[in-house]
């Protein structure tokens, strides 16, 4: 199992970026996906997920309406789309497939001016 996160980078307060997390080792349109973040000093937390088949996603309360997950399973990727990031977004992002306990090694977001 190998989850492998881009994306990440230096943005502008309300600019945007797009994550993507390449998955293989697994079948992959048969797991729902999460995203997590860690901002420095802080704990892991929930961001978002998206169940096998993309119908069903959930969002923590303070990205709502700013960030969209999403997934190609023909190319076994699931993306995470930022909007109007703010400082407070800085973090390292996670791909995680809960069905396997796995994680990936994270790509950083700095939201800065």
């Known amino acids: 199992v190998q989850l492998v996160e881009s994306g990440g980078g230096l943005v502008q307060p309300g600019g945007s970026l797009r994550l993507s997390c390449a998955a293989s080792?697994?079948?992959?349109?048969?797991?729902?996906m999460t995203w997590y973040r860690q901002a420095p000093g802080k704990a892991r937390e929930f961001v978002a997920s998206i169940s096998s088949g993309g119908g069903s996603t959930n969002y923590v309360d303070s990205v709502k309406g700013r960030f969209t997950v999403s997934r190609d399973n023909a190319k076994n990727t699931v993306y995470l789309q930022m909007s109007s990031l703010k400082p407070e977004d800085t973090a390292v992002y996670y791909c995680y497939a809960p069905g396997l306990f796995h994680w990936g090694k994270g790509t950083l977001v700095t939201v800065s001016s």
């Open positions: 080792g697994f079948t992959f349109s048969s797991y729902g």
